[in-house]
């Protein structure tokens, strides 16, 4: 790493100034910079208020300040994180592994200005994979700080009513560090070795959606079931939360999905239109899985089907026809059903808000059935004019990227969390649990 | 004098009020309840856990009426509260010693 002044390292302002002198920086497209402007503010939107509503609704009165306050404290914290160091390990050339700390504190984002005006930048610049971009970096830094948001936001739906807050902040970095940056980099920096073996994840299923489901699932092994599963009641507080955060997801996923073809094209309006109808399919899937099962559709069954149908579309959305999206939700719905409604009670862990159930098991189906049903064209460029096609090697590619993302989450998450429970404990105590989170944890109540 | 206090089915409070009307009920105080009875609760299921739910939103009513009337605003309350089905609640009656009117002081049944 090159020597900068702490001054150009808080503020980005470290590359050379006669770099930027001698190159003549290429213009950006405003209709694409206006859209992944609008998909950032969309996803953020995913984890709060989204996120923190859904889950915040599905917990019992005495944790829900708690739950929500998850989803924020993670919001501040990876936020400084992904300006710190993270973006730099997840999107600086580096090696095949990890980046490196070349753009630690977002040094040199500032290069591409020229009398006040951003140029766009070339992601993987100088590497054989180099991507050209038609967005100022800012914009695709901050568009990538906000899927990093939310993927560990998520895990907390695993934890939830039992994990100290304290412990709940550390995890968050270090599973940031040590699991986002890294699997991130493997799956979508032009360097990284997952997206050389030609699996695709179009904007997350694999990083975001498999990543947190697994990692929540190792939370709720780890930390164990909360005190009165199956004997107290812990029916959801108030699922009029949990509805309007399921909402606020469904569309904030416009931009997750619909962004994640970093422009305002012809891919993004697919992707947008196979989003809508994976969620809609989805929704509708589980909600008949579930008046068949026990009789009656309910709310939190409908909003469940639509995000599992959202989860699963979200690593194709850019690659499948609107036929395949409506395969996916159907697939989903039904899965994480069965996922949530009997896997989970049969092998007795209590992922209390099913993050396994719906991300876990979502993402690995559509990661899976991306495979299966991509549509060449969609993804065809000039350097691969076939694009990806569904078939036997490209399912392979993408078993392949969703095994090693299992394994590394699995066995990082638990050497992670083992050793915050060693040095700090991740569960409040029985009688704190009792109490509640939000007078114990946080000195406030619902009233 | 009569208490009459009722327990009954939330949605019909609208119902109760309107039949009560006519017979010359003055006043009427609500509360928002929980409870069970015979019925021992009811049972949700969210993501295929089941949870018992042993106390039931009720609405209790009271109301004080002269003697004169008292039986027919229980049986208006019974006719007008009853759906059929189990958990339809109950009507409890009471004598009342003093009623008092705290604005003027009046007392007893000039003060309903």
Not at chain 1, 94 to 118: E, P, Y
Not at chain 2, 7 to 32: M, S
Request: glycine share 12%; with cysteine.
């Amino acid at each position: 790493m090159k020597r900068y002044s702490l001054l150009g390292l808080l503020f980005g302002v470290g590359a050379p100034l006669s770099a930027i002198a001698a190159d003549k920086p290429a213009p950006i497209d405003t209709g694409d910079t206006a859209w992944m402007l609008v998909s950032t503010a969309l996803v953020l939107m995913m984890t709060i208020p989204g996120l923190a509503l859904f889950y915040g609704g599905m917990v019992r009165k005495k944790n829900v300040l708690a739950t929500l306050i998850q989803s924020f404290a993670i919001c501040c914290i990876v936020s400084l994180l992904w300006m710190g160091v993270g973006y730099s390990l997840a999107f600086s050339n580096g090696n095949q592994w990890i980046g490196d700390l070349s753009r630690a504190f977002l040094n040199g984002v500032a290069a591409n200005f020229h009398k006040g005006v951003d140029s766009a930048f070339t992601l993987g610049a100088g590497t054989s994979a180099a991507v050209p971009m038609t967005i100022p970096e800012s914009v695709y830094i901050m568009y990538q700080m906000t899927f990093a948001i939310i993927t560990p936001a998520l895990i907390a739906g695993a934890f939830a009513e039992r994990m100290k807050f304290s412990s709940m902040c550390v995890f968050t970095v270090l599973w940031v560090l040590f699991v986002y940056a890294p699997i991130a980099h493997w799956v979508w920096s032009p360097t990284g070795w997952v997206a050389a073996l030609g699996a695709v994840d179009f904007a997350g299923g694999t990083v975001v959606h498999i990543n947190s489901g697994v990692a929540g699932l190792v939370c709720a092994l780890v930390l164990g079931k909360r005190r009165g599963v199956g004997t107290d009641d812990l029916a959801p507080f108030n699922l009029t939360y949990a509805i309007v955060g399921a909402s606020l997801l469904w569309v904030g996923w416009f931009g997750f999905n619909a962004g994640s073809a970093l422009g305002a094209n012809g891919r993004a309006g697919m992707a947008m239109l196979t989003t809508q109808l994976a969620a809609a399919m989805g929704g509708l899937a589980w909600m008949v899985m579930e008046w068949w099962r026990t009789g009656k559709p309910t709310a939190l069954g409908i909003i469940s089907g639509a995000v599992a149908g959202l989860v699963a579309i979200t690593p194709a959305a850019g690659f499948v026809l609107p036929g395949g999206a409506v395969l996916i939700g159907l697939a989903a719905g039904v899965g994480c059903f069965w996922s949530s409604t009997w896997l989970k009670h049969k092998l007795g862990y209590d992922d209390s808000l099913d993050a396994f159930g719906v991300h876990g098991t979502g993402g690995i189906i559509g990661a899976l059935l991306t495979g299966v049903l991509a549509f060449g064209p969609l993804s065809a460029t000039d350097a691969n004019p076939v694009g990806v096609v569904g078939s036997l090697p490209q399912l392979l590619s993408q078993t392949e990227a969703v095994g090693v993302t299992i394994v590394w989450c699995v066995v990082v998450t638990f050497v992670i969390l083992k050793v915050l429970d060693l040095v700090m404990g991740l569960r409040v105590s029985a009688e704190e649990e009792l109490e509640g989170l939000d007078m114990v944890l946080h000195g406030e109540r619902i009233n | 004098m009569k208490l009459i206090t009722a327990i009954i089915k939330p949605f019909k409070l609208d119902d109760v009020r309107e039949a009560l009307t006519p017979l010359g009920v003055q006043g009427l105080t609500v509360t928002e309840v929980k409870g069970f009875g015979r019925q021992k609760g009811q049972t949700e299921i969210y993501r295929g856990a089941e949870y018992r739910v042993s106390f039931i939103p009720k609405i209790k009513i009271e109301v004080v009426v002269g003697d004169a009337i008292a039986d027919e605003v229980i049986e208006t309350i019974m006719n007008s509260a009853r759906t059929g089905k189990i958990g339809d609640g109950k009507i409890m009656v009471s004598n009342l010693d003093q009623l008092i009117r705290i604005r003027t002081g009046e007392t007893g049944e000039g003060a309903l």
